[in-house]
């Protein structure tokens, strides 16, 4: 399966900033996705995000405050801007593979204060 | 709504033992379910996966059942290690059912403990 990264493990923020995550696949991938797990919930899917055109959101989940890039087939970016402490969680990307099972990487926790 | 259930937020077991994790869900269109595990401060681990055109599916100590009339799966560790020792999350799409974008629901997961 594909390896994947991301940048950075963990941060702690200020209310009211951003923070953009970085997630890196050693191969290419049609199909990259981003999830947050909010403390003792479930993984919820943000949004998709495929390279060419802009990511597809969930409801809920908003371009202007989850803005997503996706330059190329190996790599994508997740901003969450104007933070709140509501906005901590852990945000995790995932890639598709073998046509049904997602692999994940290994999340970015992310606390505001 | 939550489509997909895990009742049990945690589950003892011995080593040697079977390891039994259920999960629930309601929506009829779901129709791949997959299993992944997750240690803490890593991303979940994909372990198997099920079609509905099954009702049960194998790999080495992990057995994944699936009762569609009853809307139900479960997992069967054996025999269970304390390596084993995680959270599980049951999860589902209806990919094949004409979902859109492919989307993962989740369940709350299961911490198992295996004791030595």
């Known amino acids: 399966s594909a390896v994947i990264s991301q940048k950075p493990s963990r941060d702690i923020c200020q209310r009211g900033t951003s923070l953009t995550i970085q997630c890196q696949v050693d191969?290419?991938?049609?199909?990259m996705f981003w999830y947050r797990q909010q403390p003792g919930q479930s993984l919820t899917l943000i949004a998709t995000?495929?390279?060419?055109?802009?990511?597809?959101?969930e409801s809920g989940f908003v371009i202007d405050k989850f803005p997503i890039s996706r330059p190329n087939l190996t790599f994508s970016t997740l901003t969450v801007s104007n933070m709140s402490p509501e906005d901590s969680s852990i945000y995790l990307c995932?890639?598709?593979?073998?046509?049904?099972?997602?692999?994940f990487g290994p999340g970015t926790r992310l606390t505001v204060t | 709504d939550q489509q997909v259930k895990q009742n049990s937020p945690s589950l003892s077991v011995q080593e040697g033992r079977i390891s039994i994790l259920n999960c629930d869900y309601t929506?009829?269109?779901?129709?791949?379910f997959l299993w992944y595990k997750k240690y803490p401060a890593e991303g979940p681990t994909f372990l198997i996966s099920?079609?509905?055109?099954?009702d049960k599916n194998e790999d080495g100590r992990f057995t994944v059942f699936l009762n569609k009339s009853a809307k139900h799966l479960s997992l069967h560790i054996v025999p269970s290690q304390p390596g084993d020792s995680a959270v599980y999350f049951c999860?589902?799409?209806?990919?094949?059912?004409?979902?859109?974008?492919?989307?993962?629901?989740f369940g709350k997961g299961t911490l198992l403990t295996v004791n030595p």
């Open positions: 995000a495929n390279q060419g055109s802009e990511a597809t959101y």
């Open positions: 099920i079609s509905s055109i099954k």
């Open positions: 995932s890639v598709l593979e073998q046509g049904y099972e997602q692999y």
């Open positions: 999860a589902a799409s209806d990919w094949n059912s004409g979902g859109s974008n492919y989307k993962l629901t």
């Open positions: 929506n009829s269109m779901f129709d791949y």
């Open positions: 191969s290419q991938v049609t199909m």
